[in-house]
């Protein structure tokens, strides 16, 4: 085995490492999340609030302080069945697409790390992480619409709303995102027919 090799091999094995530590930690924080909305008090629900002065401590033997709310969070029991199911599943879907877009970033490097650039799997795997990024979010936020109307039902607060603007846009940095590595799918693809078209003429 040359150099190159050996220290080639150890990229790839360091690349899976910290793949695999993260997803660990992305399973483990989705967990504990889906335990914190989940509770023996019911589901947990924060909601954007006017600004409003409240008085609290903020750590376990800390004096009281002043400050400005801008959020609340309430513990619902009554939630019907498909908002319960669309929370738990917007939760579990979250963790899914973190784990599957980071299995393919771990795909893309060891293909980068072999000195494969302009090839039919580059392209493939990049065309994957933008529509999982992409349609993934946009199944999240259906199913988080879903939850939290079911919430406003069962706080007596009409029947829900259609999607804020702000929340909706919350999302765009995501899909400007996804816009952005698909457009790198693209330039690849071309690449790889212009390395087809060169080898064809020598």
């Known amino acids: 085995m040359t150099r190159a090799e050996a220290r080639e091999r150890t990229d ?8 695999g530590i993260a997803m660990v930690a992305i399973a483990a924080e989705g967990s504990a999340r889906f335990a914190r909305t989940f509770t023996p008090a ?6 954007p609030i006017e600004e409003t002065e409240v008085t609290a401590a903020i750590t376990a033997d800390g004096e009281p302080v002043s400050g400005a709310a801008t959020a ?7 939630v019907n069945v498909v908002s319960a199911v ?7 879907l979250q963790v899914l697409i973190a784990l599957a877009i980071i299995g393919l970033v771990l795909s893309l490097g060891a ?25 993934g ?24 709303e259609p999607l804020h603007p702000a929340t909706f846009w919350s999302y765009a940095p995501v899909w400007f995102a996804a ?3 698909g457009v790198l799918g693209v330039a ?7 390395q087809r078209d060169t080898e064809g003429l020598v």
Do not use: C, K, Y
């Not at 790839?12 to 793949?19: H, S």
């Not at 946009?138 to 829900?160: C, P, S, W």
């Open 12 to 19: 790839i094995v360091w690349m899976v490492i910290a793949g």
């Open 188 to 194: 690849f693809r071309r690449g790889l027919r212009l």
């Open 72 to 78: 609340l969070t309430v513990h619902v029991t009554d």
């Open 42 to 47: 019911g589901i947990a629900w924060s909601f």
């Open 179 to 181: 816009l952005a590595i």
């Open 111 to 135: 293909v980068f790390l072999r000195g494969r650039f302009f090839v039919p799997a580059t392209a493939r795997l990049i065309d994957a992480i933008a529509l999982v990024l992409a349609f």
């Open 137 to 160: 979010t946009i199944v999240v936020l259906g199913l988080d619409t879903f939850g939290r109307n079911g919430v406003l039902a069962a706080l007596g607060q009409g029947e829900g």
């Open 86 to 92: 669309s929370i738990g599943a917007s939760l579990v």
